[in-house]
């Protein structure tokens, strides 16, 4: 059971755009805006696609987008591409000065 | 660029001790902190510890019994994990944390097995 929970899958055709939730507490989303995103593919190294809720690393699309409301964080893909098909895990500070993860969520592009 | 590099042993007995080493090339350890993070087969990234350039630690309760993170040289650093079970059984990673607030770089990733 991770401690951040994210939908186990998400689907969208080119084009489109989807959503991914990340449902935390007080005590790592809601309390500090240091949320992250990750992309993970089978035997490649992870990569950071958003930051501290909303900010872009250097090189990453602007289609990557990310925003927080109370626990919850979410990270929106616009204009779907074949080359976002990735699993994308959530991360957060946390008052324990540790740092927590979501389950991941498997995005398919149609 | 800075790219993490990491090697280690990938098949392990019960009760056996992992031992991973994670080399920065492009930087070095100052001025960050370096992680251990693992994500088990079907299941979400844990995080493991960290470490800073100077040695001071922070570990996941969870495994704080268990963890050992060290700083071998200027630009490598290493993790052992003692009592190895089955439930160890997963894909280890090493990442820079910037300004304390994500991971900007990884490593490619060690799976590590646990089997008698």
């Known amino acids: 059971q991770s401690v951040l929970t994210q939908p186990a899958s998400v689907s969208g055709s080119p084009g489109q755009s989807i959503t991914i939730s990340c449902t935390g507490t007080s005590s790592d989303i809601g309390g500090y805006n240091y949320v992250s995103w990750y992309q993970l593919n089978p035997g490649k190294a992870p990569k950071l696609v958003i930051y501290d809720v909303s900010h872009w690393p250097l090189g990453v699309s602007s289609r990557f987008s990310g925003s927080k409301s109370g626990s919850t964080a979410s990270l929106t893909i616009s204009g779907l591409q074949a080359e976002d098909e990735a699993d994308y895990y959530c991360s957060s500070f946390t008052s324990s000065s540790t740092w927590v993860f979501g389950g991941g969520t498997k995005l398919t592009v149609l | 660029q800075v790219q993490l590099q990491q090697w280690g042993a990938g098949l392990l007995k019960p009760s056996e001790t992992l031992s991973l080493t994670c080399a920065v090339y492009?930087?070095?350890?100052?001025?960050?902190?370096w992680s251990w993070i693992r994500q088990s087969p079907g299941k979400g990234l844990e995080w493991i510890g960290e470490?800073?350039?100077?040695?001071?630690t922070n570990y996941n309760p969870s495994l704080k019994s268990r963890i050992t993170i060290s700083v071998d040289t200027s630009n490598q650093f290493s993790l052992k994990l003692t009592s190895m079970t089955a439930a160890d059984t997963a894909v280890y990673y090493c990442?820079?944390?910037?300004?304390?607030?994500?991971?900007?770089?990884w490593g490619q990733g060690t799976l590590v097995t646990v089997s008698s």
């Open positions: 492009g930087g070095s350890l100052s001025g960050y902190d």
């Open positions: 470490i800073n350039h100077s040695g001071s």
């Open positions: 990442a820079r944390g910037s300004t304390g607030t994500h991971f900007d770089y």
